[in-house]
């Protein structure tokens, strides 16, 4: 009977765990006592979040009991204002939404049931299933895309600012000015490409640039590759009798390509403008012009000093930048086919009313962010001296 107790609320002594060990720590270490601070509010802003989600899907005009009736009334059957009365009783729709909403937190809380969709008539957890992972690996995969092309070309892009075209440093012969000067154009031009791909970015939906590569396909006769796998080996199971099947994989990424790509389209155009930023505006303080006085000059001089100090603040737009990602997956998981959690949150909000599978969705998301927000908060009070000697005192 214990170990069924334990077992049905194991997500709640898991929290408890982890406050627990926490606040023990925090007894003897600031460190400690900032990051159970910080896991305390995180709580509080899940606990808030959930409520202001649930009520939000209070908003949406009917509910899906009236769904589910209109679908049956379009097949023939008479439905009088008593049917639509039962359903709301037997989904719990006519409860208050106070108490809806404390019911749903509860089983959130001490199991992780995130509750029942009244559309798909099964346990959102069950209905979920693999999509949310899905769809949280291709926002990863997103954010990679746009860290590792924005962060160094975004370094080159403010290295580069006030460079010029030719090198016409005396202390240099003339072979060696000219050999300068072609890097330094080459450099100049690839440093004008990037800043027109960067505010292309931030001017060109997703879901526009998404259609563009798809009508590309088609002009130039190939097969599109929208979904996850193409007809042929969509069926296919990735081990057969003779073993890994390669040509899946091959096929999984011919098509894997296209999500990633128009999801972190616009996010490493807004972050390759964001590194540029904050390196250019860390080379013009006074730390870097004293150490240039000491001597310290080229690439030593501004990687270890602009380019060191403008990393950090990068680390707190991660959970920011998970969220704008997650927020073009929709539409563009419509455009190309994909039937992750993306679509399946268009189809609760837009076509069932599936107020509890909306509601899950938002909230995992709302928990992706704030969690990625809490790890970069104490990885940087950890690693980073300014802000450890900040919130530590």
Same mark, same amino acid.
């Given at each position: 009977?214990?170990?069924?107790?334990?077992?049905?609320?194991?997500?709640?002594?898991?929290?408890?765990?982890?406050?627990?060990?926490?606040?023990?720590?925090?007894?003897?270490?600031? !460190?400690?006592? !900032?990051?159970?601070?910080?896991?305390?509010?995180?709580?509080?802003?899940?606990?808030?979040?959930?409520?202001?989600?649930?009520?939000?899907?209070?908003?949406?005009? *009917?509910?899906?009991?009236?769904?589910?009736?209109?679908?049956?009334?379009?097949?023939?059957?008479?439905?009088?204002?008593?049917?639509?009365?039962?359903?709301?009783?037997?989904? *719990?729709?006519?409860?208050?939404?106070?108490?809806?909403?404390?019911?749903?937190?509860?089983?959130?809380?001490?199991?992780?049931?995130?509750?029942? @969709?009244?559309?798909?008539?099964? @346990?959102?957890?069950?209905?979920?299933? $693999?999509?949310?992972?899905?769809?949280?690996? #291709?926002?990863?995969?997103?954010?990679?895309?746009?860290?590792?092309?924005?962060?160094?070309?975004?370094?080159?892009?403010? !290295?580069?600012?006030?460079?010029?075209?030719?090198?016409?440093?005396?202390?240099? /012969?003339?072979?060696?000015?000219?050999?300068?000067?072609?890097?330094?154009?080459?450099?100049?031009?690839?440093?004008?490409? %990037?800043?027109?791909?960067?505010?292309?970015? %931030?001017?060109?939906?997703?879901?526009?640039?998404? %259609?563009?590569?798809?009508?590309? !396909?088609?002009?130039?006769?190939?097969?599109?590759?929208?979904?996850?796998?193409?007809?042929?080996?969509?069926?296919?199971?990735?081990?057969?009798?003779?073993?890994?099947?390669?040509?899946?994989?091959?096929?999984?990424?011919?098509?894997?390509?296209?999500?990633?790509?128009?999801? *972190?389209?616009?996010?490493?155009?807004?972050?390759?403008?964001?590194?540029?930023?904050?390196?250019? $505006?860390?080379?013009?303080?006074?730390?870097?012009?004293?150490?240039?006085?000491?001597?310290?000059?080229?690439?030593?001089?501004?990687?270890?000093?602009?380019?060191?100090?403008?990393?950090?603040?990068? #680390?707190?737009?991660?959970?920011? $930048?998970?969220?704008?990602?997650?927020?073009?997956?929709?539409?563009?998981?419509?455009?190309?086919?994909?039937?992750?959690?993306?679509?399946?949150?268009?189809?609760?909000?837009?076509?069932?009313?599936?107020?509890?599978?909306?509601?899950?969705?938002?909230?995992?998301?709302?928990?992706?962010?704030?969690?990625?927000?809490?790890?970069?908060?104490?990885?940087?009070?950890?690693?980073?001296?300014?802000?450890? /000697?900040?919130?530590?005192?």
């Amino acid at each position: 009977m214990i170990a069924d107790f334990f077992t049905s609320t194991w997500l709640l002594w898991v929290l408890l765990s982890v406050a627990g060990f926490l606040f023990w720590r925090s007894r003897s270490s600031k !460190y400690f006592l !900032y990051v159970f601070n910080r896991y305390l509010l995180a709580l509080m802003t899940l606990l808030i979040v959930s409520g202001i989600v649930f009520s939000l899907m209070e908003v949406l005009p *009917g509910d899906c009991a009236e769904k589910y009736i209109a679908y049956k009334s379009s097949q023939g059957e008479m439905i009088t204002q008593a049917d639509i009365a039962a359903e709301r009783s037997r989904m *719990g729709l006519d409860r208050s939404l106070i108490v809806r909403w404390s019911s749903w937190i509860t089983d959130l809380t001490l199991r992780g049931d995130l509750g029942f @969709s009244c559309a798909k008539r099964q @346990s959102v957890n069950i209905a979920l299933g $693999d999509r949310f992972w899905m769809s949280f690996g #291709f926002c990863i995969a997103g954010l990679l895309f746009a860290y590792l092309i924005a962060v160094p070309f975004g370094i080159l892009s403010a !290295y580069m600012i006030n460079k010029p075209w030719l090198d016409k440093n005396p202390k240099y /012969n003339k072979k060696q000015r000219w050999i300068n000067s072609i890097g330094l154009s080459f450099n100049k031009v690839l440093d004008l490409k %990037l800043r027109m791909i960067s505010y292309l970015g %931030l001017a060109l939906p997703n879901f526009l640039l998404a %259609l563009s590569i798809i009508l590309l !396909y088609v002009f130039a006769g190939e097969p599109v590759p929208t979904g996850l796998f193409s007809d042929q080996w969509s069926a296919e199971p990735w081990f057969a009798v003779s073993g890994f099947q390669y040509g899946k994989l091959t096929d999984f990424l011919s098509h894997i390509w296209l999500p990633i790509f128009v999801i *972190g389209w616009a996010a490493t155009a807004l972050q390759l403008q964001t590194v540029r930023a904050l390196v250019v $505006d860390e080379s013009n303080k006074l730390y870097v012009d004293a150490a240039r006085a000491r001597g310290v000059d080229g690439m030593s001089l501004w990687v270890g000093y602009p380019v060191r100090h403008s990393i950090s603040p990068l #680390f707190n737009s991660i959970g920011f $930048d998970f969220q704008r990602i997650f927020n073009d997956l929709p539409i563009v998981a419509i455009v190309i086919g994909m039937t992750d959690s993306a679509a399946l949150l268009i189809e609760a909000l837009a076509m069932t009313n599936d107020q509890e599978m909306a509601a899950a969705i938002l909230f995992l998301v709302a928990l992706v962010v704030i969690s990625m927000n809490f790890i970069t908060d104490i990885v940087l009070a950890a690693v980073d001296p300014r802000v450890r /000697n900040s919130v530590l005192g």
